[in-house]
């Protein structure tokens, strides 16, 4: 069974920052792209940044580009979300992706991340 646990998420200010962490169990972590999408009120889902493992590319949002960074540790099966000068609308809740191109195929809790301007 694949688990996903994601934890970081904080009640922050703007221009602050926080680090997200998604560690996943139950699957070779190596072997997929992984990354994070988010899910605020009334909002749709935006796809926030993704590891392609095939060329090791990394692609972020617009609306991150520039301050927010991911990275991924495979020995530990923990991929990383550094979310820096935080905006009031970064709040929402985060997730884990893990599959093709980051089009999870699996699905953690969360973590709630709260920008306060």
């Not at 929402?92 to 709260?114: D, E, K, L, M, W």
Request: hydrophobic residues 30%; charged residues 25%.
């Amino acid at each position: 069974e694949v688990q996903l646990v994601e934890s970081g998420g904080d009640l922050v200010q703007a221009g602050g920052s926080l680090r997200l962490s998604c560690t996943a169990s139950g699957l070779t972590f190596g072997d997929h792209d992984v990354g994070w999408y988010r899910r605020a009120p009334e909002k749709d889902r935006e796809d926030v940044a993704c590891i392609i493992r095939s060329d090791g590319s990394t692609r972020f949002a617009d609306s991150v580009k520039g301050r927010f960074t991911i990275s991924s540790d495979d020995a530990k099966s923990t991929v990383y979300l550094q979310m820096n000068n935080l905006k009031p609308e970064d709040t929402a809740f985060y997730f884990c992706a893990i599959g093709p191109a980051c089009n999870s195929i699996y699905r953690g809790h969360g973590t709630q991340v709260i920008v306060s301007s």
